[in-house]
């Protein structure tokens, strides 16, 4: 199986900063990647797919990047609805594995 | 308007079964193949299983190969996941989601039932 290590597991950020979440694949995905943000007692929302395509409704501040086994995800100016636990997924072949989750606290 | 409704999930002891059903409204069902996906109480995302839009072709976690069993009634706008055997590790609550297209992945989940196994 493919193995998904997301890096911070956790973070602290104030509302207009810039952060960035990591997702490293243990093997070569084909760019078969998707970010999802899930906030507490709620269903996961798909953000991104592809790597970097955004799902219909998602802001643009939200962007992914990379290729690879190594991926980003970047929230240009966080903002207070942002707050929440994001989890990348490789969807490259089966088990589809998703990363153990980065949680983004208020500072 | 998208909506994908989970129900069947209760309190039931080890070794027992349940069956888990999700409705899906808003789209053309049959076209599309769907999810399950489970999340144990504070701990991450765990897929489970997928089936095809015609149900031909089925997928499962070894986690729970060989004792849970998707499936799907077109007809009825319906996804179903057969849980037997139950362990006290399949306490979760359990997601349906839409799979847009093979090189998309999801894009709508369902709000979730939770299954607690417990003695």
């Known amino acids: 199986d493919i193995q998904m290590t997301q890096s911070p597991p956790s973070l602290s950020a104030s509302v207009g900063d810039r952060v960035t979440i990591t997702c490293r694949a243990s093997?070569?995905?084909?760019?078969?990647l998707a970010w999802f943000q899930q906030k507490p007692g709620k269903a996961p929302k798909s953000l991104i797919y592809a790597v970097s395509s955004l799902h219909i409704g998602v802001p643009s501040r939200f962007s992914g990047s990379g290729s690879g086994t190594d991926f980003t995800l970047t929230i240009r100016s966080l903002q207070p609805e942002d707050f929440a636990t994001y989890y990348c997924?490789?969807?490259?072949?089966?088990?589809?594995?998703f990363g153990q989750g980065t949680k983004v606290e208020i500072k | 308007e998208v909506q994908l409704v989970e129900s069947g999930g209760d309190m039931v002891q080890p070794g027992r079964s349940l069956r888990l059903s999700c409705a899906a409204l808003g789209f053309r069902f049959s076209s599309f193949e769907m999810i399950w996906v489970r999340q144990a109480p504070g701990k991450g995302l765990e897929w489970v299983s997928y089936?095809?839009?015609?149900?031909?072709?089925?997928h499962y976690a070894d986690s729970v190969k060989d004792r849970f069993t998707i499936s799907r009634d077109n007809a009825r706008n319906s996804l179903f996941l057969y849980m037997n055997n139950l362990r006290a590790g399949d306490t979760a609550v359990y997601y349906c989601?839409?799979?847009?297209?093979?090189?998309?992945?999801?894009?709508?989940w369902g709000q979730g039932t939770l299954v607690t196994v417990s003695s």
């Open positions: 089936i095809s839009d015609t149900g031909a072709t089925v």
């Open positions: 989601a839409r799979v847009r297209a093979p090189w998309v992945g999801p894009d709508y």
């Open positions: 093997q070569d995905i084909n760019n078969y």
């Open positions: 997924q490789h969807y490259n072949n089966y088990p589809p594995t």
